[in-house]
Nanobody, 126 residues
């Protein structure tokens, strides 16, 4: 059983920055790609960013490209989402997720992910 625990959310003013972390349990973290998704009230869950198992490939939603950076530290079983130039429309609960297959690519569809964290709230005030 894999557990994912997000942290780092909070309240920030527009233009500010936050770094989210997602700590994973288990010894196979380095074999799996990871993704970040978000869900705002009344909206569907949407893809934010993904990184492959080695960290050599990343993919971003157009809405966050150039502002957010996904990275991973396989020695710490942790994936990060560095968010900068935050906008009120970035307000959402942010979730990390693990790819369902090892040594895969980067995927934007939630159907590629089988384990999910509980989420962390990010609120950006205007």
């Amino acid at each position: 059983q894999v557990q994912l625990v997000e942290s780092g959310g909070g309240l920030v003013q527009a233009g500010g920055a936050l770094r989210l972390s997602c700590a994973a349990s288990g010894r196979t973290f380095s074999s799996y790609g990871m993704g970040w998704f978000r869900q705002a009230p009344g909206k569907e869950r949407e893809f934010v960013a993904a990184i492959n198992w080695s960290g050599g490939s990343t993919y971003y939603a157009d809405s966050v490209k150039g502002r957010f950076t996904i990275s991973r530290d396989n020695a710490k079983n942790t994936v990060y989402l560095q968010m900068s130039s935050l906008k009120p429309e970035d307000t959402a609960v942010y979730y990390c997720a693990r790819d369902s297959s090892p040594h895969g690519g980067v995927y934007y569809s939630h159907t590629h992910y089988d384990y999910w964290g509980q989420g962390t709230q990010v609120t950006v005030s205007s």
